[in-house]
T-cell receptor, first 115, second 112 residues
Framework: KNQVEQSPQSLIILEGKNCTLQ??????????LRWYKQDTGRGPVSLTI?????NTKSNGRYTATLDADTKQSSLHITASQLSDSASYIC??????????????FGAGTQVVVTP | NAGVTQTPKFRILKIGQSMTLQCTQD?????MYWYRQDPGMGLKLIYY???????DKGEVPNGYNVSRSTTEDFPLRLELAAPSQTSVYFC???????????FGPGTRLTVL
């Protein structure tokens, strides 16, 4: 079972509207959570990173929240633009002695912004 | 600073052929990773390296091999390509003790 679940799988929004993406995780012990944006045909690029003690982090029109108690995170996109069309990936890092076990990837939410 | 570069961008292989996917980073990162991304799935780790001369298996290593002779380069070798290896492959790097990962643009591989 995947330790990082994202919802919805995809969504379509009108340009200028807001939307919220969800990420639930079971990764433990928790180290940090980051949101990546992946444009079609490109590698993922980091948007935000949050540690256990952080509840919210913004990067321009992107705002991420974290509730470490319920193991949930959300990414809010404000006033969407056509360039926001991409896949958004939630990645949770565990505090682990082996490097590869540290990063658990969600399957991503595909966002399409229409004019 | 080019970051993480990968070649080729696209490749079509026949079943049983071999090839090497190249990955180079110019950020002097110790950690390097190879992932594959299948449609609708999260990235899966194939192999990783914590420094030159040190490599280890990730979650899905079967059918692949790697080497790390320099800090900059981390090639991924596919021997006897199979249709199940059709995927998009991403190389990533990160600094020692840092949880950040920087990704290359990916290689789209099709095995027919």
């Amino acid at each position: 079972k995947n330790q990082v679940e994202q919802s919805p799988q995809s969504l379509i929004i009108l340009e200028g509207k807001n939307c919220t993406l969800q990420c639930n995780y079971t990764v433990s012990p928790f180290s940090n959570l980051r949101w990546y944006k992946q444009d079609t045909g490109r590698g993922p690029v980091s948007l935000t990173i949050m540690t256990f003690s952080e509840n919210t982090k913004s990067n321009g029109r992107y705002t991420a929240t974290l509730d470490a108690d319920t193991k949930q995170s959300s990414l809010h996109i404000t006033a969407s633009q056509l360039s926001d069309s991409a896949s958004y990936i939630c990645v949770v890092s565990a505090r682990a002695t082996d490097s590869w076990g540290k990063f658990q990837f969600g399957a991503g939410t595909q966002v399409v912004v229409t004019p | 600073n080019a970051g993480v570069t990968q070649t080729p961008k696209f490749r079509i292989l026949k079943i049983g052929q071999s090839m090497t996917l190249q990955c180079t980073q110019d950020m002097n990162h110790n950690y390097m990773y190879w992932y594959r991304q299948d449609p609708g799935m999260g990235l899966k780790l194939i192999y990783y390296s914590v420094g030159a001369g040190i490599t280890d298996k990730g979650e899905v290593p079967n059918g692949y091999n790697v080497s790390r002779s320099t800090t900059e380069d981390f090639p991924l070798r596919l021997e006897l390509a199979a249709p199940s290896q059709t995927s998009v492959y991403f190389c990533a790097s990160g600094g020692l003790g840092v949880n950040e990962q920087f990704f290359g643009p990916g290689t789209r591989l099709t095995v027919l």
